[in-house]
């Protein structure tokens, strides 16, 4: 049986558009993150709190897996992420299998286990920061 050729602009054409696709979305999923940080900052500094926080690598291009994007947020409340112990950290990802935005926070408990929480953008800057926000992540 003779196999059908694929025409090299056509299969040039479709790579590009997969690549900037791929692109695309690990941009927004960083951008994301980038401005719950934000958020967290600005919620910590409300009550006296200087949280610091990074993407690292959030440039790069990823695709998710095991339904959460690879790039993180990490968050500091003890100073500057660069300098903070690891186990100080809280690791926020956003999930890739939901339709609205939510973030999985994962942190070392004082009991040595891993804790994690999901939620949306408000939740989770609650969670973090322990800042009462005056309204929830619920839609009615």
């Given amino acids: 049986m003779a196999q059908q050729k694929t025409n090299p ?8 558009g997969d690549l900037a696709i791929r692109q695309a979305n690990s941009a ?10 934000k958020m967290i900052v600005e919620a910590s500094a409300t009550i006296g709190v200087e949280a610091h926080t990074s993407v690292p690598d959030g440039d790069r291009i990823y695709d998710p897996a095991n339904g959460l994007w690879p ?4 968050v500091s409340l003890d100073g500057p992420v660069e300098e903070t112990d690891p186990e100080e950290l809280r690791a926020v990802r956003l999930l890739a299998d939901t339709a609205a935005t939510v973030f999985r926070v994962e942190w070392h408990r004082a009991d040595g286990k891993m804790g994690r929480q999901d939620g949306g953008p408000f939740a989770t800057v609650a969670f973090i920061t322990d800042v009462e926000i005056p309204w ?5």
């Fill in 136 to 140: 929830s992540d619920d839609e009615d």
């Fill in 9 to 16: 602009k056509l299969e040039q054409a479709l790579t590009r």
């Fill in 28 to 37: 927004r999923a960083t951008a994301v993150l980038r401005a719950l940080g």
């Fill in 71 to 74: 790039q993180q947020l990490l």
